[in-house]
């Protein structure tokens, strides 16, 4: 067994070395302020992470048609995402700014749940400008801006959806205890993991299955359940992160999840 080191002296990164845990999914409280909307560079990309956004983007928009739901293609061309080249983060803020009143603030990792819950109260959504390497292309279980972007993003062009995530970093910074657990799982279970009953029969909005090539094939097949949207179910609802979901939740309307959400922190007295 390798020798411990005097433990007391390192940082967040090297303790988690030392447990074998990936640092990148430790989340840091951000120490300085990070650079929003207009303040945001467009990063030096080298082509091969062009390439990297090109392969995602095109393998997994294929599985998107009658899988993904409305509101999310439609944001998705709102945004003008085209595989061609990576978004620029200050372009997509400026969409967002015209149509529901939210930014992007460019964040280098995984961040605190109090920063991360401040930003959405703001109306700002913290995003990483970086693309996984070629070795994790199928996999990674760190954010990147695959994740953020192509996973998140186009839903924050629905006025009902960026309403309730605004609602959401203002319940989640009230909430303490059992409550900011509750809420955690709540977020798990419709931003990640969320299905919606479109007209058209059942489809995805959860930015962790779109943005997943084993998710998108797995949650609308018969190996999972799908139980209706309830606040009081989805916040006692156990969940397993590290491997495809046996159970999700569809809501039928993003007025529906704005709704529930706000009469469930009400009665909770968290908003
Ligand atoms: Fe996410």
Same mark, same amino acid.
């Given at each position: 067994m390798k020798e411990k080191k005097e433990?007391?002296?390192?940082s967040a990164y090297e303790r988690a070395a030392e447990q074998e845990i990936?640092?990148?999914?430790i989340p840091q409280r951000l120490t300085e302020t990070v650079p929003e909307h207009d303040e945001i560079v467009y990063p030096d990309y080298p082509q091969s992470d062009h390439e990297s956004w090109k392969y995602l983007y095109d393998r997994q928009m294929k599985f !998107?048609?009658?899988?993904?739901c409305e509101e999310y293609l439609e944001g998705a061309d709102k945004l003008n995402l085209s595989p061609d080249r990576i978004p620029h983060l200050k372009e997509l803020s400026h969409i967002f700014n015209s149509i529901t009143d939210w930014k992007i603030a460019r964040v280098?990792?995984?961040?605190h749940e109090q920063n991360f819950f401040e930003m959405l109260r703001r109306k700002v959504f913290p995003s990483t400008d970086y693309i996984r390497g070629k070795e994790e292309l199928d996999y990674t279980p760190a954010p990147d801006l695959f994740h953020d972007?192509?996973?998140?993003?186009? !839903?924050?062009?629905?006025i009902n959806f960026a309403s309730f995530y605004q609602m959401f970093g203002e319940a989640a910074l009230n909430a303490e205890g059992e409550n900011r657990t509750k809420l955690e799982t709540f977020h798990w279970f419709t931003v990640e993991f969320g299905l919606i009953k479109n007209p058209e029969g059942m489809r995805i909005y959860g930015a962790g299955i779109l943005s997943s090539l084993g998710e998108v094939q797995n949650a609308?097949?018969?190996n999972v359940k799908v139980l209706d949207f309830d606040p009081e179910k989805i916040v006692v609802q156990e969940y397993d992160v590290?491997?495809?979901?046996p159970i999700l939740f569809a809501i039928e309307s993003f007025k529906q999840l704005e709704q529930g959400f706000k009469d469930w922190t009400k009665k909770n007295g968290i908003l």
């Amino acid at each position: 067994m390798k020798e411990k080191k005097e433990n007391q002296n390192l940082s967040a990164y090297e303790r988690a070395a030392e447990q074998e845990i990936d640092p990148r999914c430790i989340p840091q409280r951000l120490t300085e302020t990070v650079p929003e909307h207009d303040e945001i560079v467009y990063p030096d990309y080298p082509q091969s992470d062009h390439e990297s956004w090109k392969y995602l983007y095109d393998r997994q928009m294929k599985f !998107l048609p009658g899988r993904a739901c409305e509101e999310y293609l439609e944001g998705a061309d709102k945004l003008n995402l085209s595989p061609d080249r990576i978004p620029h983060l200050k372009e997509l803020s400026h969409i967002f700014n015209s149509i529901t009143d939210w930014k992007i603030a460019r964040v280098p990792g995984l961040i605190h749940e109090q920063n991360f819950f401040e930003m959405l109260r703001r109306k700002v959504f913290p995003s990483t400008d970086y693309i996984r390497g070629k070795e994790e292309l199928d996999y990674t279980p760190a954010p990147d801006l695959f994740h953020d972007i192509f996973g998140h993003m186009p !839903l924050l062009t629905n006025i009902n959806f960026a309403s309730f995530y605004q609602m959401f970093g203002e319940a989640a910074l009230n909430a303490e205890g059992e409550n900011r657990t509750k809420l955690e799982t709540f977020h798990w279970f419709t931003v990640e993991f969320g299905l919606i009953k479109n007209p058209e029969g059942m489809r995805i909005y959860g930015a962790g299955i779109l943005s997943s090539l084993g998710e998108v094939q797995n949650a609308l097949s018969d190996n999972v359940k799908v139980l209706d949207f309830d606040p009081e179910k989805i916040v006692v609802q156990e969940y397993d992160v590290w491997h495809l979901q046996p159970i999700l939740f569809a809501i039928e309307s993003f007025k529906q999840l704005e709704q529930g959400f706000k009469d469930w922190t009400k009665k909770n007295g968290i908003l």
